[in-house]
């Protein structure tokens, strides 16, 4: 029971990091299958019928770059 209370918790944090960390991405996946999707990340396998839109890896990837290039520009600044 703990363990399982744990593991659910761990979930709801990681989704909390990813909002925060990469909201491209979160914006991408809502448009896709929703935002009430984002509370069990489980459901991220709701994502697996866009696996072949080339579109949607297309989005995918200028998503990537963005969040790439934010953090590269923030660790650079942070290093000055």
């Given at each position: ?65 963005t969040t790439s290039v934010a953090w590269l520009n923030l660790l650079s600044r942070a290093?000055?």
């Amino acid at each position: 029971m703990a363990g399982e209370i744990l593991q659910r918790h761990e979930w709801r944090d990681t989704a909390s990091f990813v909002a925060l960390a990469n909201p491209g991405l979160i914006e991408l996946i809502t448009r896709k299958i929703g935002e009430s999707r984002l509370k069990d990340l489980n459901q991220l396998w709701d994502l697996e019928p866009f696996a072949d839109d080339a579109q949607f890896q297309e989005e995918w990837g200028e998503v990537k770059l963005t969040t790439s290039v934010a953090w590269l520009n923030l660790l650079s600044r942070a290093l000055e």
